[in-house]
């Protein structure tokens, strides 16, 4: 079958699925304190329609599928996801991204179900601090969480992923760094985006990874950098002069890597959204349950890979929020 590609020329090789808007905890980067108006039950995809999309959409040339949410492990039986998804011919990479807090709990079936490679979200290792980002007390259930994930090593590599805000992340950063070295975890920092639901983002809020690297090399010197050889990596990945420990930048803000983007997103309702920050979406629930063949669905998808945006025009006059939160579009 043609391989996905839009307009521009680029190859599309990632999918991320969304499989619920709930989350158990309420960032205040996100959502508002109260949380926001879930989905009811019959508008959210069935685990049985997401292994459909999938399977169209990995024959179509998508290679790497992330299960993201909201928070995707308050969903029931998402091992049995898991391993439905790993069982599809063609797929070379199933993660998750999530909070961490109920780990401790699903590691190991996570595991078994199939799972290859995870992130957690963690932008504090201080209580109170995380306490008051997340409203929730939490710190430790997602500490303990990792430490499970470390008995599973066909889950790798675990990556943790911080916000990385002004004012807020730069006493922390030489921690952080301590972690990757101690711990086999890949410590990864993103730079505070224009998704949160009271809107009160501001562009001098962010901290750039330029900025985090500095703080890092002026305790421990130069680093390294990793290069994996694929142009669409989102994160610029280094090592430590001794090579022990991994960090990484994600800088959609300040460093756009929208020229190299591979990636599309499915919402938790079945609409396709070709970019982050994009303001079209396409309906492909409506596509499954008008209960077409899958010809209908594959030319769905193309045509809204084919209209793809360029980029995001964040910190340009063009630039026009979403209308949907992170959580509702799926991280």
Same mark, same amino acid.
């Not at 459909?52 to 993201?68: C, D, F, P, S, Y």
């Not at 330029?210 to 002026?218: L, R």
């Given at each position: 079958m043609e391989l996905l590609v839009d307009s521009y020329g680029r190859r599309i090789k990632s999918m991320r699925i969304s499989i619920t808007d709930k989350c158990n905890f309420r960032c205040t980067y996100c959502m508002p304190a109260e949380g926001l108006p879930w989905l009811k039950k019959d508008e959210i995809l069935s685990y049985e329609e997401i292994v @459909? %999309?999938? @399977?169209?959409?990995?024959?179509?040339? %998508?290679? &790497? %599928? @992330?299960? !993201?949410g909201g928070e995707p492990l308050v969903r029931r039986d998402v091992p049995d996801l898991v391993r439905q998804l790993g069982q599809i011919e063609g797929l070379r990479s199933l993660s998750l991204t999530t909070n961490g807090i109920l780990l401790k709990q699903q590691a190991k079936a996570l595991a078994e179900a199939g799972l290859t490679r995870i992130n957690v979200s963690l932008d504090s290792l201080l209580r109170e601090k995380f306490a008051r980002l997340t409203r929730r007390d939490q710190l430790e259930k997602v500490l303990e969480g990792l430490a499970e994930l470390e008995n599973y090593p066909s889950i790798h590599p675990i990556k943790i992923n911080a916000v990385a805000m002004r004012g807020y992340t730069e006493e922390e950063v030489l921690s952080f760094a301590r972690l990757a070295r101690a711990k086999a975890y890949v410590v990864r920092w993103i730079e505070f985006m224009p998704l949160d639901a009271d809107q009160i983002w501001r562009k001098e809020d962010i901290l !750039?990874?330029?900025?985090?690297? &500095? %703080?890092?090399?002026?305790?421990?010197?130069?680093l390294q950098q990793i290069t994996s050889g694929d142009p669409s990596e989102t994160a610029r990945r280094y090592t430590f002069s001794d090579g022990i420990g991994e960090v990484g930048f994600i800088n959609p803000v300040s460093e756009p890597f929208c020229s190299t983007c591979d990636r599309i997103r499915i919402t938790a309702d079945g609409q396709l959204r070709t970019c982050l920050f994009g303001t079209e979406e396409t309906d492909l629930r409506a596509v499954i349950r008008a209960h077409t063949d899958d010809e209908l669905l594959i030319q769905t998808i193309r045509q809204a890979v084919l209209n793809k945006e360029l980029k995001h025009y964040i910190g340009d006059k063009r630039f026009r929020r979403t209308n949907r939160t992170m959580s509702r579009i799926g991280g």
């Open positions: @459909r %999309i999938a @399977r169209v959409a990995v024959k179509m040339g %998508i290679e &790497q %599928i @992330r299960l !993201t !750039t990874g330029a900025e985090i690297k &500095q %703080i890092i090399e002026s305790e421990y010197g130069p």
